[in-house]
């Protein structure tokens, strides 16, 4: 009897969702697909958007897809039936959602590609995004002043960790950077110790710190016996943590030489900037979530009152010029702690250990 009531209640439960979205008080429902939550900034952004766009007034349906594109793929499409009005994806990979954004335009639910670029596929109608080159430009930069690249002797030995392959960010990071440090490594005054310096060579799937780790032990192990490390250029915090941990490991404690590398990052995670509090990460990235997500709700807004879309930039997805909007990230070292993260309001002292 128990189960057959519950089997009832679940059945109007799921009938409601599909025709409805299950809204009842007439609310406009937005998907939200992100796709892990094994990155700080992922849970914080998917965070941000459901608090903006509850309190403008919207139902929000958000998901994480646990790194897994197939996962992403049914919960953007329970996204669909379940009646969205549009859907914010952050992608995992481009061509396993092309069947839901195919769908999606069917229906006429526009799609916002959420930080990554969706590519392949015209039926991307926005993007909003950090300039994601210019962080690759701002890590090359600062690499470049820090072993003052153009006034000292050098050479400088430098290795560079870049980020997932299926990612379209991926590659604008390291370029960003690359583009700065290239000349250098033709010049002789940079040397790549192990050779890597393609970006297939360097990538880290799913930007995960285990096997940056375990990249760079190989590296060190097979390359470093007798040289310094001057300088490792990571594309983000999450790659940069595998690689001060493999450096702790098998480079500071085996007691050969006390100078620790430049390190570079992206995002100002909670442990990456511990690490930078320890002397361990040398700076990162500071791309806001708050503004993201508050750029992703006006885009909605606009979207839903028929309003022009307010966007900066346009971003070429192999198949169309994407209308995008992309925020500034911001330079973050030891020192701007304070101002940039504590003051704003992003992180409390105490989360920093502080
Ligand atoms: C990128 C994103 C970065 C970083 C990375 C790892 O797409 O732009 O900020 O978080 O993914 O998830």
């Given at each position: 009897m128990f189960k057959k009531i519950l089997g009832t209640i679940l059945c109007a439960a799921i009938a409601c969702a599909a025709l409805t979205g299950c809204a009842g008080s007439g609310k406009k429902k937005v998907g939200v697909s992100m796709p892990t939550q094994d990155l700080q900034r992922w849970n914080q952004d998917g965070a941000y958007m459901k608090e903006k766009f509850e309190a403008a007034g919207y139902?929000?349906?958000?998901?994480?897809?646990?790194?897994?594109?197939?996962?992403?793929?049914?919960?953007?499409?329970?996204?669909?039936n379940s009646g969205c009005k549009v859907?914010?994806?952050?992608?995992?990979?481009?061509?396993?959602?092309?069947?839901?954004?195919?769908?999606?335009?069917?229906?006429?639910?526009?799609?916002?590609?959420?930080?990554?670029?969706?590519?392949?596929?015209a039926n991307v109608d926005?993007?909003?995004?950090?300039?994601?080159?210019?962080?690759?430009q701002i890590q090359g930069n600062f690499v470049k002043e820090?072993?003052?690249?153009?006034?000292?002797?050098?050479?400088?030995?430098?290795?560079?960790?870049?980020?997932?392959?299926?990612?379209?960010?991926?590659?604008?990071?390291?370029?960003?950077?690359?583009?700065?440090l290239k000349p250098y490594i033709d010049a002789g005054k940079i040397v790549v110790v192990s050779g890597q310096t393609d970006?297939?060579?360097?990538?880290?799937?799913?930007?995960?710190?285990?096997?940056?780790?375990?990249?760079?032990?190989?590296?060190?192990?097979?390359?470093?016996?007798?040289?310094?490390?001057?300088?490792?250029?990571?594309?983000?915090?999450?790659?940069?943590q595998g690689v001060v941990t493999a450096l702790d490991a098998r480079y500071n404690s085996a007691g050969?030489?006390?100078?620790?590398?430049?390190?570079?990052?992206?995002d100002c995670d909670i442990v990456s900037v511990k690490n930078m509090i320890a002397g361990k990460q040398t700076m990162s990235v500071f791309k806001d979530t708050r503004t993201l997500a508050a750029r992703t709700v006006t885009m909605v807004?606009?979207?839903?009152?028929?309003?022009?879309?307010?966007?900066?930039?346009?971003?070429n997805n192999n198949v169309k010029d994407v209308a995008s909007f992309l925020c500034d990230p911001v330079f973050a070292d030891k020192d701007k702690i304070q101002?940039?993260?504590?003051?704003?309001?992003?992180?409390?002292?105490?989360?920093?250990?502080l």
């Open positions: 139902e929000v349906d958000l998901q994480y897809a646990g790194n897994k594109p197939d996962t992403q793929l049914s919960q953007v499409e329970n996204m669909i859907l914010v994806i952050a992608a995992i990979e481009s061509s396993s959602l092309s069947q839901a954004l195919d769908k999606a335009a069917k229906k006429k639910i526009p799609v916002i590609a959420y930080d990554r670029l969706i590519m392949d596929n926005y993007y909003a995004t950090f300039d994601n080159y210019k962080v690759g820090k072993l003052d690249l153009d006034n000292a002797a050098g050479p400088f030995n430098v290795e560079f960790t870049a980020g997932d392959p299926g990612d379209n960010n991926a590659k604008f990071f390291f370029n960003g950077a690359m583009d700065v970006f297939d060579s360097v990538a880290t799937p799913e930007w995960a710190s285990a096997t940056a780790q375990a990249r760079a032990e190989n590296i060190i192990g097979s390359n470093y016996a007798d040289k310094n490390i001057d300088a490792w250029v990571c594309s983000n915090d999450s790659t940069a050969r030489d006390g100078q620790w590398p430049v390190i570079t990052g992206q807004n606009q979207i839903l009152e028929g309003k022009e879309v307010e966007t900066n930039n346009t971003y101002e940039i993260l504590i003051d704003s309001g992003y992180y409390t002292a105490a989360e920093l250990g």
